[in-house]
């Protein structure tokens, strides 16, 4: 059985940092590409970053560029969003996701599983 299990979330202020982790298993971790995304109240899941089967390519949404890096361990089956320089608006709970298409994919629909997501809030 497939599990992702996210962590890392929690309530900072504003210009703070946190560091989101996600730990697959279930899987061949390194098969796949992951993703993050986000989903705020009321406003569909949104796409934050993906990075490839080996680590050397990713994507980022032109929101958090120059401030959130995805990384990920394949010995450890994890995948990690740093984020820094918070903002209000990076509020969310926040998805990891796990995709094994040939391109590095930046919808919700490609993607095969998903984490139960973990609540990121920023306070101004």
């Known amino acids: 059985q497939v599990q992702l299990v996210e962590s890392g979330g929690g309530l900072v202020q504003a210009g703070g940092s946190l560091r989101l982790s996600c730990a697959a298993s279930?899987?061949?971790?390194?098969?796949?590409?992951w993703g993050w995304f986000r989903q705020a109240p009321g406003i569909e899941r949104r796409f934050v970053a993906v990075?490839?089967?080996?680590?050397?390519?990713?994507a980022y949404a032109d929101s958090v560029k120059g401030r959130f890096t995805i990384s990920r361990d394949n010995a450890k089956d994890t995948v990690y969003l740093q984020m820094n320089s918070l903002e209000p608006e990076d509020t969310a709970v926040y998805y990891c996701?796990?995709?094994?298409?040939?391109?590095?994919?930046?919808?919700?629909?490609?993607?095969?599983?998903w984490g139960q997501g973990t609540q990121v809030a920023v306070s101004s």
């Open positions: 996701a796990a995709d094994r298409d040939a391109v590095l994919v930046t919808t919700t629909q490609a993607y095969d599983y």
């Open positions: 279930g899987l061949t971790f390194s098969w796949y590409h």
């Open positions: 990075i490839s089967r080996n680590g050397t390519n990713s």
